[in-house]
């Protein structure tokens, strides 16, 4: 699969995010391209501040991997650029690759904000390609937030 196809799956995994969930999609892929996990951010909808897609998703992917909890080889696609928890936990959990959409320079931490992905203090730097369906992938986030200030449209 190319980078496009990965994030037109998160894209996808987006648009099952909740009414008052940013829409925000990620999956998980093995090294054959195989869809191990698909998340949409849930924090309203489940009331918890860590469930960000990307952190929903390699949950998943961890049960069904097959190998606890590392993650190695596998490509996480997301739409938005990660936070600090979500890139923490990608190191953390070894992902090999991150492909994600839309730059988030508020909070990214994958390059915008800060890079903790490619910090060399840490033991794992996964690969990481951002811009991937850049304006697809801002567009769902603006509609959402125009929807928000203005639920009468």
């Known amino acids: 699969m190319r ?12 648009k099952l995010a909740g009414e008052r969930d940013v829409p925000v999609g990620a999956v998980v892929f093995d090294s054959n391209g195989r869809e191990l996990a698909r998340a949409a951010n849930a924090r309203d909808a489940l009331g918890d501040p860590t469930a960000h897609a990307e952190i929903l998703a390699l949950r998943e992917a961890a049960r069904v991997h097959g190998d606890g909890w590392h993650l190695d080889g596998v490509t996480l696609a997301v739409t938005l650029e990660p936070c600090t928890m979500c890139a923490g936990a990608l190191v953390l959990a070894r992902v090999g690759r991150v492909v994600f959409g839309a730059w988030e320079p508020k909070t990214g931490a994958v390059g915008s904000l800060w890079d903790v992905v490619r910090d060399r203090r840490l033991n794992h730097r996964p690969e990481v390609r951002g811009g991937v369906l850049e304006a697809e992938c801002a567009q769902l986030l603006e509609d959402f937030f125009a ?6 449209s």
Not at 3 to 14: C, S
């Open 3 to 14: 980078d496009e196809d990965y994030i037109r799956a998160a894209l996808a995994a987006a």
């Open 147 to 152: 929807r928000q200030r203005h639920p009468e």
